[in-house]
């Protein structure tokens, strides 16, 4: 029997943790524990992707919270310290690139437990971006990198980081197959109830809380999008709207969605907008063109197709973003039809395991 911890804290963790859990709830030689850290605490933040996605409920939570960067870091690690000993972890499984994977990996490796890393060797090489500084150390001092597509591979090898690298594709495209049916009985677009609109994310503190800077770019936004803009507003980006009184003519705003309803509305959507990673290759997978509102992305492939387009934060970029995606709609979206798939085949989860227990991955 194999005693594994998988530690998730924010929302895209436990999207992108699912399909892992299920393989290896269903596995008779594993003992799975899952170990929440807290840093997302809000029922849509948290709590519905676990019923949504039928996740066994946490072993614990470490309630962390919200704070500094440090703060959340530092409390993850005294705190899941006597967590990890106590159930005699032989392996610690760490998604993604949040302070809740760098502080769990850390924490794994000081008391001697081999950490295997999913969604590994994504890079934007900008070292301000907190999650650039994450997977960076997380990959460093992982012992097995499960890398999602060949440019991660690449990145890795750059470099020359010790542990052992696989390709196994991604969890997150694995969900977003096996969520399909449930995706498409949705009623989120008759609750919408528009013939055209497009989508808006934006939860980066250096987007958000600056409030003028927040204001500049919705306006910008509002005014150039040429029609009605969807925006499921996350908890940081919802203080300062609230706070501030902005609003304009053609932002709706709505709560954090449940995973099936965003995708949903993202494949309704006519573009998506969006200073979010993972956005970008949903967006992808759902055939619907993306303006990333970031200087640049980890997720290079869907820059290369041509279907997703960095414009920043500037007035101007965006605008001009905008305007050249609708200008070239209809040819953005037939490349759709002529491009493949980099992130994997959809059974990212059962090549991770596989390599972990029947390769005996990590012995
Ligand atoms: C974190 C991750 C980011 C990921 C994002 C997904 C880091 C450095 N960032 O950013 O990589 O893309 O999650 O959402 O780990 N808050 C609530 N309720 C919640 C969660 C957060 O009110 O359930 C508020 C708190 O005021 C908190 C703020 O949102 O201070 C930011 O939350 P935090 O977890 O620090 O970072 P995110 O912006 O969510």
Redesign the pocket.
């Known amino acids: 029997m194999v005693n594994i911890c998988l530690v998730l804290g ?3 963790q436990i999207i992108k943790s699912a399909p892992l859990i299920h393989e290896l709830t269903n596995n008779h030689n594993v003992n799975l524990k899952i170990i929440h850290t807290g ?4 029922y849509e ?2 709590r519905v992707f676990f019923e949504e996605l039928l996740i066994p409920n946490p072993y614990c939570n470490l309630n962390v919270g ?2 500094s ?1 440090a703060h ?1 870091i530092a409390e993850i690690i005294q705190r899941l310290e006597k967590v990890l000993l106590e159930l005699r972890t032989d392996l610690v499984l760490v998604p993604g ?4 994977a760098l502080a769990s990996t850390l924490t794994s490796v000081k008391v001697g437990i081999p950490v295997a890393h999913f969604e590994s060797g994504a890079r934007c090489y900008d070292m301000l971006m ?2 650039e500084v ?1 997977r960076r150390v997380v990959d460093h001092i992982s012992s097995i990198l499960f890398a999602v597509s060949e440019n991660c591979i690449d990145n890795l090898k750059k470099e020359s980081v010790l542990g052992r690298i696989i390709l196994s594709g991604d969890t997150m495209y694995d969900v977003f197959l096996q969520e399909n049916r449930a995706i498409q009985k949705s009623k989120i677009l008759e609750k919408i109830d528009l013939e055209e609109y497009c989508v808006l994310t934006l ?3 250096e987007n958000v809380d600056n409030t003028d800077r927040l204001k500049t770019l919705l306006r910008t936004i509002n005014k150039v999008a040429s029609k009605k803009i969807i925006f499921p507003v ?3 980006t919802k ?1 300062v709207i609230k706070k501030s009184m902005i609003k304009f003519d053609n932002l709706i705003t709505i709560d954090p969605l449940p995973y099936n309803d965003m995708m949903r509305l993202v494949q309704g959507s006519t573009f998506l907008l969006t200073d ?2 993972g956005l970008q290759k949903e967006a992808f997978w759902c055939k619907t063109p993306c303006i990333t509102l970031r200087e640049r992305t980890e997720w290079v492939e869907t820059t290369n197709l041509g279907v997703n387009f960095i414009a920043g934060t500037a007035e101007k970029n965006v605008s001009v973003a905008i305007q050249t995606l609708l200008k070239n709609y209809d040819k953005v979206k037939e490349k759709f039809s002529m491009i493949g798939n980099p992130y994997g085949d959809g059974h990212a989860s059962k090549k991770i395991i596989n390599f972990l227990l029947e390769a005996g991955g990590f012995r």
């Open positions: 924010t929302r895209p840093q997302h605490y809000d933040m948290s919200a704070g960067h959340q690139d949040t302070n809740s907190a999650e994450n939860h980066r503190s996350h908890p940081r203080r979010s990673g």
